[in-house]
């Protein structure tokens, strides 16, 4: 008779299943040899097996395919593209500006502030390079309106890629890339 052990259970034991049965099984026929000695104990699964017979089979885990998850669609793909283009940045008086989700909060709370009259003339801005430089508060709208103006550029691409996708002018992933591609930073 030989006991049927699942995968999990023989990975979790922390010792080689096989060798400890083994180890056990000769450590009982030492012992048969002795007298007055205590007997050999082993992990409790070592004992049931070798009481069976010292045979057992590992049940493996059934092989489960992932789900296939559907193709993304070229709408979605386009989606995407725009999403990591708006997240990119861009250029404003050649220092790289950041024009991400967070950032384009932080340009409002600034043209917020310079309104309010709490913000310092020349404050220092961090642009997308690391480096802080201070820019004035005559020049911040002018930044901010570079990166509204990169986020607007690249949802415009978007709108007019659905569209083309929806005629049949563009047909797959290549054409997004090249429509993105071509877009100004």
Do not use: C
């Not at 992990?43 to 992932?66: M, N």
């Not at 998850?69 to 861009?90: F, K, V």
Request: cysteine-free; glycine content about 8%.
């Amino acid at each position: 008779m030989s006991i049927e052990i699942h995968r999990a259970v023989i990975d979790a034991l922390g010792f080689d299943l096989a060798s400890a049965v083994t180890a056990f099984q000769d450590a009982r026929t030492a012992h048969a040899q002795t007298i007055g000695e205590p007997a050999p104990t082993a992990h409790p699964l070592v004992e049931l097996i070798t009481r069976s017979g010292g045979a057992f089979v590992i049940i493996e885990p059934p092989v489960v395919a992932p789900p296939e998850l559907p193709p993304l669609s070229l709408t979605a793909y386009a989606a995407d593209r725009r999403w990591r283009a708006e997240q990119a940045g861009t250029v404003w008086n050649g220092w790289p500006i950041h024009t991400d989700d967070r950032s384009q909060g932080k340009y409002l709370s600034e043209l917020q502030a310079i309104t309010l009259g709490v913000r310092i003339d020349g404050d220092p801005w961090k642009f997308a390079d690391g480096a802080f430089r201070p820019v004035s508060n005559a020049d911040f709208p002018a930044l901010a309106t570079a990166a509204r103006a990169h986020v607007r550029g690249v949802f415009a691409i978007e709108g007019q890629l659905i569209a083309a996708i929806e005629a049949g002018t563009i047909t797959d992933q290549a054409g997004v890339d090249a429509a993105f591609a071509a877009a100004p930073t």
